[in-house]
């Protein structure tokens, strides 16, 4: 199990296969908060990613155990909705 407290603000956070999916604004409990710039449509709020899906924490990268075409659609609302759950 990776500890979350590695991570850092302004880390980037990957894919399992590479793929830049964002930047690391803060951790909140056992979750990665990403910047509102990362959170693709819903640019007017954060998006964030279950410390679950973490694999590695490596220098300034957090790989997810996800390639980051899956991973992006595993992301969530700050109430911990999953957002493809969402219709909007």
């Known amino acids: 199990m990776v500890d979350i407290s590695q991570i850092k603000e302004h880390m980037e956070i990957i894919g399992a296969d590479g793929v830049h999916i964002g930047t690391v604004d ?19 709020h954060h998006h964030y990613f279950s410390g679950g899906l973490i694999a590695t924490v490596e220098g300034n990268q957090v790989r997810l155990s996800a390639n980051g075409s899956a991973a992006i659609l595993l992301e969530e609302e700050e109430s911990g909705e999953p957002l493809a759950d969402r219709n909007d």
């Open 26 to 44: 803060k951790v909140e409990g056992n979750r990665i908060k990403m910047t509102k710039a990362d959170s693709g449509s819903h640019d007017d």
